[in-house]
């Protein structure tokens, strides 16, 4: 019974999420349904006391990481950087390979920190161009961009600045470089895999005489001629983000140790801070300031006039997408605190192999919570002690176990209740009927990679 009531209680919240609700609402009224049908007495302490607490940890952890990134990305989108940096991938690859001009432009934006919503919104009315004049379905523009934004540069290679690249260090004192030759494994094995198909898809439209097709709606404006920033120009803040990123990894630990005493005025005892927990945030958060800045500082005057609303929208979105998967995560807590979780903790740790175990239940709960930061929070808030503890028996090192659960992460997480999904088809125009089809395969794709380097450090590692 009490394991219904736990797969009741996830039902519910991926239902609402589904239907378009907010999760924020929701995700403390489907944790609190389970503690109702548990034990009634106990709604209002793990409401206060897991819910909440958890809650507001998350976000003190993480806010400023999605913050800084929603800005970040803005500015490049206000300086024209981003339409320069398409200009130019266009230039390289053609503009007859329209698809991986397309997964490129992407794969850029977000390895160089931009959110990955602000990536769809960017890119968008590019894509819509380019397959326009290649004569390639419209219907094939999400899982285009899927691949670009959502697979590889999000969360399998080293150093990503996105979210889901972030969050296991602060489980496993790690930091965002961790196993980098895992990570550039998986990557290659997403694009090559995603690409393959992706033209496979595009070689049977065109055998059925299928092109991009008439009266779709949310169809951009045609583009109008105007002057580009540098690409050169245009590439050093995304540069200086991925550097500076090592850098401050690096330089953060030696400087302050692995803690940090402080004495406040007027306090009787010091505020102690475990850096060693916390350096791979400050590293990505330092980077993401200076590249905001140095956006600032070279294309000033586009920005000028547009910073005040376009830093109010960043800075809107960063409160929605942290909210929610800061109550997500607090789902997770409450979720982990009943009878009912047992039973799944349980038959995971029947998978006698740790980094298996940890795909599956980073991947199952990223599919059911419709998130890869949510999901793997709540998985490795509930069990990373216990992949700690079997890692340590196998002798794999951490920083594998980092970079299976990331991956493992960006698997399943966009199935179609999924909200970076919902906005991606929004903005396109297009229906999951229509599209969703091929988001799902660039999805099987992804959870297959996080297998392929599992079975890569075995075949290694001995």
């Known amino acids: 019974m009490s394991f219904l009531i736990v797969l009741l209680s996830l039902a519910l919240l991926m239902f609402v999420a589904y239907r378009g609700f907010s999760v924020i609402l929701f995700a403390p009224v489907a944790a609190l349904l389970a503690v109702l049908l548990t034990d009634p007495s106990l709604v209002p302490p793990m409401f206060s006391s897991v819910f909440m607490d958890k809650m507001v940890g998350f976000i003190k952890l993480y806010f400023p990481v999605f913050l800084l990134g929603a800005v970040f990305g803005k500015v490049i989108e206000l300086s024209g950087f981003s339409k320069s940096i398409v200009a130019l991938v266009i230039g390289l690859v053609g503009r007859e390979r329209a698809m991986l001009a397309i997964v490129m432009v992407c794969a850029v934006l977000t390895y160089g920190g931009v959110s990955l919503f602000v990536v769809v919104f960017a890119v968008y009315p590019f894509a819509a161009e380019m397959f326009r004049q290649g004569d390639i379905p419209k219907r094939l523009i999400p899982g285009t961009i899927a691949l670009g934004a959502f697979t590889f540069t999000m969360d399998a290679l080293p150093g990503s600045p996105q979210i889901q690249n972030i969050i296991p260090t602060a489980f496993f004192q790690t930091d965002t470089w961790a196993a980098p030759w895992l990570g550039v494994t998986g990557s290659i094995f997403i694009l090559a895999t995603g690409m393959s198909y992706l033209e496979w898809r595009r070689r049977q439209a065109a055998a059925r005489g299928e092109g991009y097709g008439a009266g779709h709606s949310n169809e951009p404006e045609q583009f109008t001629q105007e002057k580009l920033p540098s690409p050169l120009l245009a590439l050093v803040p995304l540069v200086l983000v991925g550097v500076l990123n090592k850098v401050f990894t690096v330089l953060i630990p030696e400087f302050y140790g692995k803690t940090h005493s402080m004495t406040l005025a007027g306090a009787t005892k010091p505020v102690a801070t475990e850096v060693s927990k916390v350096a ?79 795909a599956i239940a980073v991947t199952t709960l990223a599919g059911i919570t419709g998130s890869a930061s949510g999901g793997m929070s709540i998985a490795l808030a509930a069990m990373s002690d216990t992949f700690i503890q079997a890692a340590h028996a196998a002798d794999i090192p951490l920083e594998v176990l980092h970079r299976v659960a990331s991956m493992a992460s960006g698997g399943m997480d966009t199935l179609p209740h999924n909200g970076a999904v919902i906005t991606l088809l929004a903005v396109c125009g297009l229906s999951h009927r229509v599209s969703y089809g091929d988001i799902f395969a660039v999805t099987c794709i992804k959870t297959m990679a996080v297998f392929v380097v599992i079975g890569t450090y075995y075949l290694f590692a001995a």
């Not at 400050?282 to 140095?294: M, Q, R, T």
């Not at 005057?301 to 929208?313: D, H, M, V, W």
């Not at 047992?342 to 298996?356: E, F, Q, R, S, T």
């Open 280 to 358: 791979a945030i400050w590293a990505v958060e330092a980077a993401l300031l200076i590249g905001i800045l140095s956006v600032l500082a070279l294309a000033y005057r586009p920005i000028r006039k547009r910073f005040a609303e376009g830093s109010k929208t960043a800075i809107s979105g960063s409160l929605l997408a942290s909210m929610n998967t800061a109550s997500e995560y607090g789902f997770g807590a409450v979720i982990a605190g009943l009878p009912g979780f047992l039973v799944v903790a349980d038959a995971l740790k029947h998978v006698p192999n740790p980094l298996v175990n940890e």
